[in-house]
């Protein structure tokens, strides 16, 4: 990271690591805290519910995953962002039960920049709109974008990215603090770090391939 940063005149340190934690055992993920990370993303709500007490708890989690309204309730309290905000029902549900809560919940905006069926997140036209009724919600707080570029995308879509992240800045929304691009992960870090992110998510570079035979379905 230290190399990419210096290679694309990041300012070193800037670009923060995540360990993204899906299928991983707790004592993998506080080996790593101990080595350093200080930043954890949870895919899906039930595995996370099934882990988060084992945590050290050192390190701050951010949801990272689609969030169904219906899940909302159980990482309120215990998270400190959620990544994948794709719709104003969505916003709405974090919003009420943030003020129920007495706290404002850091958010992303998630992009589907490559506009895939397979993918979830707001498409790229109706990002703006999204961005302006959320930011009127006054117990969310909009800190930026998230996106998952296709596998082998062109880094068109990288510099759109930065491109939409920019013009969010310049919109000048209430209740928002526009610092984080949350977009690369252990195969297209470098590109992702050329192109403006601040915030990589890193899971097999980190705890290697993992074993999605142990995967954890949502109930």
């Known amino acids: 990271m230290a190399e990419a940063e210096q290679k694309f005149g990041r300012e070193k340190g800037s670009v923060r690591i995540m360990a993204v934690t899906k299928t991983v055992p707790p004592e993998k ?14 895919n899906r709500v039930q595995e996370y519910l099934s882990k988060k007490d084992q945590y050290d708890n050192s390190a701050e989690v951010h949801i990272i995953g689609h969030l169904q309204t219906n899940k909302v309730k159980y990482v309120i309290d215990s998270v400190t962002m959620i990544q994948s905000v794709d719709s104003i029902k ?3 549900e974090i919003n009420r039960l943030a003020e129920k809560h007495g706290r404002v919940m850091d958010v992303l905006l998630e992009v589907n920049i490559g506009g ?6 707001i498409s790229e036209s109706g990002l ?7 930011a009127a919600l006054k117990n969310v707080r909009i800190r930026g974008l998230m996106a998952i570029p296709p596998i082998g995308a062109e880094e068109a879509l990288y510099a759109q990215m930065e491109k939409l992240f920019e013009q969010l800045k310049e919109k000048d929304l209430p209740n928002a603090q526009i610092d984080t691009l949350s977009m690369g992960m252990s195969g297209d870090y470098e590109t992702a770090v050329k192109y403006g992110s601040n915030l990589i998510r890193i899971g097999t570079g980190l705890f290697g391939a993992r074993d999605y035979t142990k995967k954890v379905t949502e109930g």
């Open 128 to 134: 703006m709109e999204l961005a302006e009724e959320t």
């Open 29 to 42: 993920v506080n080996a790593a805290v101990a080595e350093g990370i200080t930043l954890l993303g949870e």
């Open 116 to 121: 895939e069926d397979s993918k979830t997140g």
């Open 90 to 92: 969505l916003a709405h």
